[in-house]
């Protein structure tokens, strides 16, 4: 039990005694934690976001193509501007705008026909940059609903609409090809939208009631976070912090690997190994002391969460902890699973560098697994910081119970001994030679 | 005490080690001689257990280290070749780190620590962080923690490598206090002027074999000659140093630059005999001294080639 202390306490010695690195690998994943949180949401999660910069280029000059401006330019997640289409195709080509709409000539009154009779539908061209499907998928979507409002509200109480109506219902006589139920049914339709204007038009003029704003969205959102509880709202610096912690601590144990590697080539190694100490001790002294460590660099990353940036443990506090140190023991197995593996110091650096970045991308810990394909986020759940971040925010925004955080914690130890297994069984101890 | 039975041991084609046995008694030192890659570490390190032969075996007061826990390492202290400190823990915080690898708390343990800081004489520096330290420090704590348990062997592998003269002295005195209490000392080295000053007994190891074992004054017995009559000639064109072994006196002769050097088994009447064969030959001199022959000499002598090579 003393050489174990001794070796523990040694570990924890030299880490702390070396203050620069203490202080750089807690205060840079604060540093991005606060970066990434306030990027995706923040404190209250309902920070102002950046508008979606959209080009409009209005080659039409209707009353249609300047309505669906004023519709686009009405909503509070685009900023619209006018623009000249080659200005517009330069300035997404070089990512200054996310999408460039283009209304063609023509396009209301043929957008008008269409509404009413089927006629071939005008197209709007729209310029995306490739690297924003994202936004692009936002933008079709606020455009459908503003050119279905602009182009009714035209058809419906404007000029070009009325007139359209009456050039429709001459039209309709000679069309043989329509079937005569189908015509009869049309030139109700039309019949009836002639009379709405013509009495639109008589209240208009005596005072009596306000025009028609023609067809509109026939439903509003309602958006309501779900989160820990009632009136608590999302904290987005809870799963920035849970993310960079599991980042950087998984770089810890990454160190101690690597200086377990280079220490088996010192003569420090032959000391220890020429002490009547046990490999189980050797080895186990390591995951004791990188456990304590990524414990304490995760605590003291959520204790300054908790502070500045109001980070709560909604859910179970126990939970919390479990997950917290079955993490760090998985980080420290992981830690000498690479002094196991390891070859050269140089080569092990690279390959284990490129693996923790794999396994922190793909476990959450940068963005939330959601926007992966599902092939992809169906893949992660054999990753284990996938199951680190999950037992996080679990145990912190979402506020869930101790039971949510067993499956984590069960999966976690289960890498733990895993990792462990493979560094135990491949460890080179130099008896070999 | 320690006795090494026909160890062998290979990595792949090559023999590190090939058979090496010797013995060492209580408060002996034994000197293991040889140029770099010749096989000492490697035989020092299965000594204390870092390698498992691949034949032959280790014993220590009759008994093989079984295993890492096996308390017969309490009797092994090791001085490894690389330094095997912490820079940035202190002297005393590593020296208190490596008693209790051994289970040596409280007062025991102090007690060690201030010995072996005292022996090494490093009290003074106690306090300070490893990585202020020279080199020579350096290697003297390195020393003291290997005493600190006060094993009953010690292995020291090359413990002097990089160290100035002064701090190689200070090893030295420490290893010859030790020696003073009975310890004994197994010395790795490839400086003969270690091994002639401290050793009782020198093994000789190349490529992996074991080639001579014996004391200083044993070992220079195999040589031809005894001593060296170095003279410096003012002429030395045309001068034919073989003629001289026509001498009875000279074993062997050779001239370098101007220097005639001749081996003689008894220097009382070989130097006479030389100074009058080269006055009746009319070859003049400015310089004459003697050298006894040394470990080179004998390295030399015994594998053909230098320590140094």
Redesign the interface.
């Known amino acids: 039990m ?2 174990l ?3 523990v ?2 570990d924890l ?2 880490f702390f ?2 203050r620069r690195a203490v202080i750089i690998s807690i205060l840079v994943p604060m540093v991005l934690a606060s970066f990434f949180g306030y990027l995706f949401g923040g404190q209250g999660g309902n920070a102002e976001t950046s508008k979606v910069p959209v080009l409009v280029i209005d080659q039409d000059g209707s009353n249609i193509s300047r309505g669906l401006i004023t519709q686009l330019g009405s909503d509070k997640t685009l900023d619209v501007k006018p623009s000249t289409l080659e200005s517009a195709r330069e300035a997404v080509r070089k990512g200054k705008a996310t999408a460039a709409i283009v209304i063609p000539t023509g396009f209301g009154m043929d957008a008008g026909h269409a509404l009413f009779t089927g006629a071939t539908k005008p197209e709007l061209g729209i310029l995306y940059d490739p690297s924003h499907n994202v936004e692009l998928g936002m933008v079709k979507g606020i455009l459908s609903g503003a050119v279905m409002q602009a182009v009714s509200k035209e058809m419906f109480t404007g000029r070009s609409g009325r007139e359209m109506v009456n050039e429709s219902l001459a039209q309709l006589e000679n069309t043989p090809q329509m079937r005569p139920e189908n015509r009869k049914a049309l030139r109700d339709l039309l019949g009836s939208v002639k009379e709405f204007n013509e009495q639109q038009d008589r209240e208009g003029a005596s005072g009596q009631g306000e025009l028609s704003g023609g067809l509109s969205m026939p439903y509003q959102t309602r958006e309501q976070a779900i989160t820990s509880g009632q009136n608590i709202e999302y904290n987005g610096y809870a799963h920035s912090f849970g993310g960079m912690g599991i980042q950087f601590i998984l770089f810890m144990g990454l160190d101690v690997g690597i200086a377990l590697l280079m220490l088996r080539q ?3 190694w ?10 189980t001790m050797l080895l186990g002294s390591r995951v004791v002391s990188a456990s304590l460590i990524a414990g304490f660099l995760l605590l003291v990353l959520f204790a300054f969460a908790r502070i500045v940036f109001g980070v709560h443990i909604r859910g179970s506090f126990a939970g919390f902890l479990g997950v917290c140190a079955a993490f760090s023991l998985m980080t420290a197995s992981f830690g000498l699973m690479v002094a196991a593996l390891g070859e050269t110091v140089e080569a092990t650096r690279g390959y284990s560098i490129m693996a923790t970045l794999i396994m922190v991308m793909l476990g959450g810990a940068w963005v939330p697994t959601f926007i992966f394909p599902k092939w992809l986020q169906k893949l992660t759940v054999i990753i284990p910081t996938r199951w680190a971040m999950d037992g996080l925010d679990g145990m912190t925004w979402r506020g869930l119970g101790f039971s949510s955080a067993l499956a984590p914690i069960a999966v976690l130890l289960l890498f733990t001994l895993l990792f462990g297994l493979v560094a135990v069984t491949r460890f080179r101890w ?4 | 005490m320690l006795e090494v039975k026909g160890v062998t041991k290979s990595y792949g084609k090559l023999v590190a080690v090939n058979g090496v046995s010797f013995r060492a008694d209580y408060g002996e030192t034994i000197g293991l001689l040889g140029p770099n890659g010749a096989g000492k570490t490697t035989t020092v390190s299965i000594i204390v257990g870092l390698l498992n032969p691949d034949s032959g075996e280790v014993l220590i007061e009759g008994q093989q280290v079984k295993s890492d826990t096996d308390p017969v390492k309490l009797k092994i202290g090791l001085v490894p070749q690389d330094m095997a400190l912490y820079d940035k823990l202190s002297a005393r915080d590593n020296l208190i780190f490596f008693a209790a690898l051994y289970s040596l708390v409280g007062a025991k343990a102090r007690q060690a620590i201030t010995d072996a800081l005292n022996l090494v004489g490093l009290s003074d520096r106690a306090g300070d962080k490893v990585g202020t330290f020279s080199g020579g420090m350096k290697r003297r704590l390195n020393l003291a923690a290997a005493l600190l348990h006060d094993p009953q062997i010690l292995l020291l592998d090359e413990p002097t490598v990089g160290v100035d003269p002064q701090s190689r002295n200070a090893i030295f005195e420490n290893l010859e206090a030790l020696k003073k209490r009975g310890k004994t000392l197994i010395y790795t080295t490839h400086y003969m002027e270690e091994a002639e000053r401290l050793c009782d007994r020198i093994v000789i190891i190349d490529h992996g074999k074991v080639i001579a074992d014996d004391t200083l004054q044993g070992l220079h017995r195999m040589l031809p000659v005894t001593n060296v009559i170095v003279i410096k000639l003012d002429h030395a064109d045309g001068f034919k140093p073989e003629r001289m072994l026509a001498l009875s006196e000279v074993k062997s002769a050779a001239l370098e630059q101007g220097t005639l050097r001749a081996g003689v088994h008894d220097l009382s009447r070989g130097a006479p005999g030389i100074l009058h064969w080269l006055a009746e030959n009319g070859h003049s001199y400015h310089h004459v001294s003697s050298e006894q022959p040394n470990l080179e000499t004998v390295f030399l002598t015994l594998t053909g080639r230098s320590l140094r090579e």
């Open positions: 003393i050489p202390l001794a070796l306490r040694k010695k030299l005694n070396d010192s003569g420090l032959q000391r220890l190994r020429a002490a009547p100490l046990s490999r130099g008896t070999e030679g």
